[in-house]
């Protein structure tokens, strides 16, 4: 069989882009690398309940020991490659340099606008219909020292509706873009890995 990199994906809440990243793996439109643990920092996240479901392993840190736990963990399931799937805490630099262009995260909006420190979740949303953007979306990038600052591996547009609520653009974001990048944005880092593993 070919040789698959082995993915670690860090959740805290719902996991919808978990679920993606899982169905993308079912459909293989995500082979290259395989999903072989979930890691939660929220022990009620209910993505916990969907990696069960799937049969992936999955483990809760919690705030004490949290660097050396995580490094314990992902080192004894040699994972490759991290994928951060609205995970809330933000990872100390050390960290995310070891672990240099193997970290990914998913950001909703069209990165550099309303990215950075305090643009989480809904006020992500909140924000770009404040400024009355017309066109929003999502994207994947690196992780790097700067809060949504490393390289952009892929975005997608959507567009914004006159009578949107930040919940209703939320949603729209979720399925017609983050849905759709985070797996195919998996897949091609997952490529590259492989691709310089058989180069060396
Ligand atoms: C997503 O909007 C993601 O872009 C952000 O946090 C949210 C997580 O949603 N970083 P879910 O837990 O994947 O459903």
């Not at 919808?16 to 439109?29: H, M, S, V």
């Not at 999955?58 to 490094?71: H, V």
């Not at 994928?83 to 990914?104: C, E, H, M, Q, S």
């Not at 924000?127 to 809060?147: D, Y």
Request: charged share 30%.
């Amino acid at each position: 069989m070919n040789k698959k990199v082995r993915i670690a994906v860090l959740v805290s809440g719902g996991g919808t882009n978990l679920q993606a990243l899982i169905d993308a793996q079912k459909k293989e439109i995500l082979k290259s690398g395989k999903i072989e643990l979930v890691i939660s920092n929220n022990s009620n996240a209910f993505a916990l309940k969907r990696a069960e479901e799937n049969n992936i392993p999955f483990e809760i840190i919690d705030k004490k020991n949290f660097e050396e736990r995580l490094k314990e963990i992902l080192q004894s399931h040699k994972i490759e490659l991290i994928v951060l799937a609205g995970f809330t805490a933000v990872l100390p630099d050390n960290f995310v340099k070891y672990y240099d262009k193997r970290i990914i995260n998913i950001h909703p909006s069209l990165i550099p606008s309303f990215c950075g420190k305090g643009f989480y979740g809904i006020k992500v949303h909140q924000a770009a219909l404040k400024k009355g953007v017309k066109i929003t979306g999502a994207t994947t990038h690196f992780v790097n020292e700067i809060i949504d600052g490393g390289e952009i591996i892929m975005q997608k547009a959507v567009e914004v509706y006159e009578d949107d609520t930040a919940e209703k653009l939320q949603k729209r974001v979720m399925e017609f873009a983050e849905w759709i990048i985070l797996p195919k944005s998996v897949e091609k880092v997952c490529e590259d890995i492989i691709e310089k593993i058989k180069i060396k």
